[in-house]
């Protein structure tokens, strides 16, 4: 299955989301995002969407294109953030900030060797975050892509990532 067979199932419902598929999917060379950072950032929303054929089709737009340490590199950036996003999410929107000042307790170690390019497991991180609504890991994940010098373009980009294949879930299971 590719993006273009999974967009066939979009019902009538779904017509914006087919286009902004087709858009992204269709301009990666103009996305502002390297082939690692593109297909690693929406290999990290559809692991975390945990939407089967979503899942297969980004896996065989990412075929031939990116090598094994970018599709485990999602893998991880979609396990960590699933726990940091609940995690700093209940810190940043608790009215009690005695648990911002407690140590997380959490074992993140993927994040120090992701096994591919710090600035792409950042994007591919963010993506994630923006996905699960985490203020302060998108506010934390912008900050080191701005210092890695990664333009404003491709941090759009892997936003505009999460909010599509999120649509395209979601107009799946409602055709």
Do not use: W
Not at 145 to 161: C, E, F, N, P, W
Request: glycine content about 8%; charged content about 20%.
């Amino acid at each position: 299955m590719t993006i273009a067979d999974y967009k066939q199932g979009l019902g009538d419902h779904g017509k914006d989301t087919k286009l902004n598929l087709s858009n992204l999917f269709g301009n990666v060379d103009t996305s502002g995002l390297t082939a690692d950072q593109f297909y690693g950032t929406a290999l990290s929303l559809v692991y975390s969407l945990n939407d089967k054929e979503l899942i297969a089709a980004v896996e065989a737009e990412a075929d031939g294109k990116v090598e094994a340490n970018v599709v485990a590199a999602a893998k991880l950036a979609a396990t960590l953030m699933a726990m940091n996003n609940i995690y700093y999410r209940f810190i940043h929107l608790s009215s009690d900030k005695q648990f911002a000042k407690m140590p997380a307790g959490l074992r993140m170690n993927g994040m120090a060797n992701p096994g591919v390019d710090k600035a792409d497991f950042e994007l591919f991180s963010l993506a994630v975050s923006a996905l699960n609504g985490c203020g302060m890991c998108i506010d934390s994940h912008v900050g080191v892509l701005v210092k890695h010098g990664v333009s404003a373009q491709a941090i759009q980009t892997s936003v505009r990532l999460a909010a599509v294949l999120n649509a395209a879930k979601t107009a799946r299971a409602l055709s």
